[in-house]
């Protein structure tokens, strides 16, 4: 089997559990997985994956935690630094002419 973001080293599936459940409990809580879906846009896709094959009850766990997460994702601020700087630095550089490219 592929690597998945939401299987762990033996096989579990971390998504799975249902709260007060004592046969299946939660393995990752709420805010864990709200939080990993927000900021790692990989777990997403591997989330999508994985949601058809839960447990009913499981699946309304997850619609509850998956309503309250921002439909962007949030880059972090160095990932937005890092933008900043390609677009500044690859905007046009004119070393041609008198005056370096300039008119």
């Known amino acids: 089997m592929s690597w998945n973001f939401w299987i762990?080293?033996?096989g579990?599936?971390?998504?799975?559990?249902?709260?007060?459940?004592?046969?299946?409990?939660?393995?990752?809580?709420?805010?864990?997985?709200?939080?990993?879906?927000?900021?790692?846009?990989?777990?997403?896709?591997n989330f999508n994956y994985w949601f058809p094959f839960m447990l009913p009850a499981e699946q309304a766990r997850l619609i509850c935690i998956i309503q309250g997460i921002p439909q962007h994702v949030a880059l972090d601020p160095l990932d937005v630094s890092d933008l900043l700087q390609k677009f500044i630095n690859t905007e046009g550089v004119h070393t041609t002419g008198p005056h370096g490219g300039g008119n």
Do not use: F, H, Y
Request: with cysteine; net charge negative; hydrophobic share 30%.
């Open 8 to 10: 762990n080293d033996i």
């Open 12 to 45: 579990e599936n971390q998504l799975k559990g249902v709260p007060c459940d004592m046969d299946n409990p939660c393995r990752l809580p709420d805010w864990m997985i709200q939080d990993i879906l927000t900021c790692i846009p990989a777990s997403r896709d």
